[in-house]
């Protein structure tokens, strides 16, 4: 039986906030991180990618950063949607990468799944995404601001996806291999509105989400919750932290050349007796 994917972020307002952040001057360190951060994992990936596909990244970050780096050639770009709504989609790729994009995406499983099959056999995905705790400090201080003020509290802040629901997600859509990790970054600012405005710089706030019916945040909830955030989350030298987590995932589609796991049962010593063998090396003589 066919489920609903529950529509959590909107699209349309997505790309706005994208194209004010360009407007404003795009703040982009994070991203230049995580493409560093990309090309060392494809560093051990023994093969040159003379195509491929950058899904989502803003403005196409990752495709001029590898291009330049020499680790991938003519990536094209497109968004998630983009690929969510084409009814045909051709296995031919060897490589799809993305950046910043996954985390607000309404039908993710259904995404890697076409992923999967826009990727050639023993084709590579290597995407990051925040995750996680990502903004836990934002989202605590902007919830108790706004129940103590108006006695509810909204959405104010992405849901984010957690690193093991991200490999489960991986298997789900049948890629070979599959590895989903978490890389903590934490960032200090002055105030949280020097905080906020990075935000904005990113294209990163809540302008996406969908949240019918719910009141706009207010002048005194925002003041209550930057006083709060400076309370909570204050280090010794007067600044405030921020924590972004950026889950990583990769997966192969499956490919006759690739390694497979022992058949059960087909070890040549039982369990037990490794162990055994372990706590003898490693007893005080």
């Known amino acids: 039986m066919a489920t609903s994917v529950p529509e959590l972020f ?8 994208l194209a004010r952040a360009r407007s ?11 493409a560093g951060d990309l ?6 990936v023994l093969r040159e990618f003379d195509s491929g596909l950058d899904l989502g990244t803003p403005g196409g970050f990752l495709a001029g950063w590898l291009a330049r780096e020499g680790r991938a050639r ?3 770009t497109a968004s998630p949607e983009a690929l969510l709504d084409d009814g045909e989609v051709p296995g031919d790729l060897p490589l799809v990468v993305s950046a910043h994009a996954f985390h ?16 050639k056999p023993d084709g590579l995905l290597v995407a990051t995404f ?31 996806v957690d ?6 997600l991986l298997q789900r859509a049948g890629f070979a291999l599959p590895v989903a990790d978490l890389d903590r970054v934490t960032l200090r600012y002055a105030t949280m509105f020097d905080l906020v405005r990075d935000l904005r710089a990113m294209g990163a706030t809540a302008l996406p989400l969908l949240r019918p019916g719910q009141p706009p945040l207010t002048r005194a909830i925002l003041l209550r919750a930057a006083a709060l955030y400076a309370e909570r989350f204050t280090d010794p030298d007067g600044r405030l932290r ?8 990769s997966g192969w589609t499956p490919h006759e050349s690739q390694q497979k796991p022992a058949r059960r049962g087909s070890g040549s010593m039982r369990l037990e007796e490794a162990l055994e063998r372990i706590r003898a090396q490693d007893a005080p003589e």
């Open 104 to 119: 607000r995406v309404n039908d993710l499983p259904g995404l890697l799944a076409r992923i999967r099959a826009l990727l």
């Open 10 to 17: 909107d699209p349309v307002k997505a790309g706005l906030a």
């Open 242 to 249: 921020a924590t972004f987590d950026f889950i990583w995932i």
């Open 24 to 34: 404003l001057g795009a703040e982009t360190f994070l991203l230049e991180r995580s």
């Open 74 to 76: 003519n990536l094209a």
């Open 130 to 160: 925040p995750g996680g705790d990502t903004l836990h400090e934002l989202r605590e201080c902007l919830i108790a601001a706004e129940s103590e003020i108006r006695g509810a509290a909204g959405l104010r802040v992405f849901p984010m």
């Open 39 to 44: 090309v060392d994992r494809l560093a051990p």
């Open 163 to 168: 690193v093991r629901s991200a490999g489960q």
